[in-house]
């Protein structure tokens, strides 16, 4: 096939915050695809917070990238050619694919049919995808609150956390957010209906922002940060306060992690720490999304994105996301959406 398939390729490890130097720009022949096969034009890629751990030289659940490597990521495309009878040409599809104007897919990329009707195609890398399902995984099946309690969530107006308070508050939870903006803050009280929230950045400390926000503690935290917001959850944390570990992005770029100083509580409080990978819980996704999309059909869930334009945008938005730039659940179109507008 013709030349025309530009890529993106992870140049060299970042020490500290990745930069724009971390990769590089390549034009590929379109690839043929083999026995059992499609090809794929990608239009909507994510970037994702998991990406900066796979640019460490170290064992994790994701295999560790090498310089060299075209990056991978979540991708919704459109099948140009099949010789895979599960799929046609023309299906939109969903798989863990490649930075990349086009991919070859063979079926077995966590590869699933999308349907154009049910939600904006982009929608299936945020709140019908995996952030959505990693905010229904920590807050329903872990975090289990109980209407009533009190719920914290840091990185609030993100992919995953502006799905994890808008749960938390069907359950009828009261819900506190924490987001790097005054604007951002705006969104999860107005939008989200989170009960409270607070501008991180300019609190002059987390304990006072804690005490003032959450004034009856705090029984679920819903950890997206890590560092020092989670050593002031501690502090404030109720009797028996479950604590979900999502992530801890405000550590994912620095040499030396910050040390977590109030681990004595966690007896004393009877607390409990809980960890997971949302791919470890992916038999949960197809009745997460059948409740998702009814919620987002009758509004009772809202859901943000922050798109960009163009595939040599990608590392600069995924810089920008790790910064706390994003607004909403970032996503890069490469490729023009033949939905859009229909
Ligand atoms: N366990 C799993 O399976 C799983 C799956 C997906 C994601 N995650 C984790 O979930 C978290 C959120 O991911 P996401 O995809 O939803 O990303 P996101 O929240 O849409 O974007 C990242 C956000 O992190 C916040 N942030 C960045 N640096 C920060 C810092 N130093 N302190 C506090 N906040 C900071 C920024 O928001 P502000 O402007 O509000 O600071 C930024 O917008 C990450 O920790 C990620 O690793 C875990």
């Given at each position: 096939?013709?030349?025309?398939n530009?890529?993106?390729?992870?140049?060299?490890?970042p020490?500290?915050?990745?930069?724009?130097?971390?990769?590089?720009?390549?034009?590929?022949?379109?690839?043929?695809?083999?026995?059992?096969e499609?090809?794929?034009?990608?239009?909507?890629?994510?970037?994702?917070?998991?990406?900066?751990?796979?640019?460490?030289d170290?064992?994790?659940?994701a295999?560790?990238?090498?310089?060299?490597?075209?990056?991978?990521?979540?991708?919704?495309?459109?099948?140009?050619?099949?010789?895979?009878p599960?799929?046609g040409?023309?299906?939109?599809v969903?798989?863990?694919?490649?930075?990349?104007?086009?991919s070859?897919?063979?079926?077995?990329?966590d590869?699933?049919?999308?349907?154009?009707?049910?939600?904006?195609?982009s929608?299936?890398?945020?709140?019908?995808?995996?952030?959505?399902?990693?905010a229904?995984?920590?807050?329903?099946?872990?975090?289990?609150?109980?209407?009533?309690?009190?719920?914290?969530v840091?990185a609030a107006?993100g992919a995953?956390?502006?799905?994890?308070?808008?749960?938390?508050?069907?359950?009828?939870?009261r819900?506190?957010?924490?987001?790097g903006s005054?604007?951002?803050?705006?969104?999860?009280?107005?939008?989200?209906?989170?009960?409270?929230?607070f501008?991180?950045?300019?609190?002059?400390?987390?304990?006072?922002?804690?005490?003032?926000?959450?004034?009856?503690?705090?029984?679920?935290?819903f950890?997206?940060?890590?560092?020092t917001?989670?050593?002031?959850?501690?502090?404030?944390?109720?009797?028996?306060a479950r604590?979900?570990?999502?992530?801890?992005?405000?550590q994912?770029?620095?040499?030396?992690?910050?040390?977590?100083?109030?681990?004595?509580?966690?007896a004393r409080?009877?607390?409990?720490?809980?960890g997971?990978?949302?791919?470890?819980?992916?038999?949960?996704?197809?009745k997460y999304?059948?409740?998702?999309a009814?919620?987002?059909k009758?509004?009772?869930v809202?859901?943000?994105?922050?798109?960009?334009?163009?595939?040599?945008?990608?590392?600069?938005?995924?810089?920008?996301?790790?910064?706390?730039?994003?607004?909403?659940?970032?996503v890069?179109q490469?490729?023009?959406?033949p939905?859009?507008?229909?």
């Amino acid at each position: 096939m013709t030349d025309g398939n530009r890529q993106v390729v992870f140049a060299s490890r970042p020490s500290g915050w990745v930069g724009e130097e971390n990769f590089s720009l390549h034009s590929a022949a379109i690839p043929e695809p083999g026995p059992g096969e499609m090809l794929v034009r990608n239009i909507y890629m994510s970037v994702d917070p998991y990406m900066r751990g796979m640019m460490v030289d170290r064992p994790s659940y994701a295999a560790p990238l090498r310089p060299g490597d075209v990056l991978s990521c979540r991708v919704v495309g459109q099948v140009v050619a099949s010789n895979n009878p599960d799929y046609g040409a023309g299906d939109f599809v969903f798989g863990m694919l490649r930075w990349e104007e086009y991919s070859i897919a063979k079926g077995d990329e966590d590869l699933r049919k999308v349907d154009p009707d049910l939600a904006p195609l982009s929608w299936n890398l945020g709140v019908l995808g995996a952030p959505g399902l990693t905010a229904w995984v920590g807050m329903m099946e872990l975090g289990r609150p109980k209407a009533g309690e009190q719920v914290f969530v840091s990185a609030a107006s993100g992919a995953v956390g502006q799905v994890a308070g808008q749960l938390a508050r069907l359950r009828g939870c009261r819900v506190v957010g924490s987001a790097g903006s005054d604007d951002k803050v705006a969104f999860i009280r107005r939008e989200c209906g989170y009960d409270d929230g607070f501008n991180y950045r300019r609190a002059a400390s987390f304990e006072t922002a804690l005490a003032s926000h959450c004034p009856d503690g705090i029984d679920v935290y819903f950890d997206n940060v890590g560092g020092t917001m989670l050593d002031a959850v501690l502090l404030q944390a109720n009797d028996h306060a479950r604590l979900i570990e999502c992530g801890m992005i405000s550590q994912y770029n620095l040499q030396q992690p910050d040390g977590i100083h109030n681990l004595a509580l966690f007896a004393r409080k009877r607390l409990t720490m809980r960890g997971f990978i949302v791919r470890d819980h992916y038999e949960l996704l197809p009745k997460y999304l059948s409740d998702m999309a009814a919620w987002l059909k009758s509004g009772e869930v809202k859901y943000r994105e922050d798109m960009v334009r163009g595939l040599e945008q990608a590392p600069a938005a995924f810089i920008r996301m790790l910064k706390g730039e994003n607004f909403g659940k970032q996503v890069v179109q490469i490729a023009d959406d033949p939905t859009e507008g229909s």
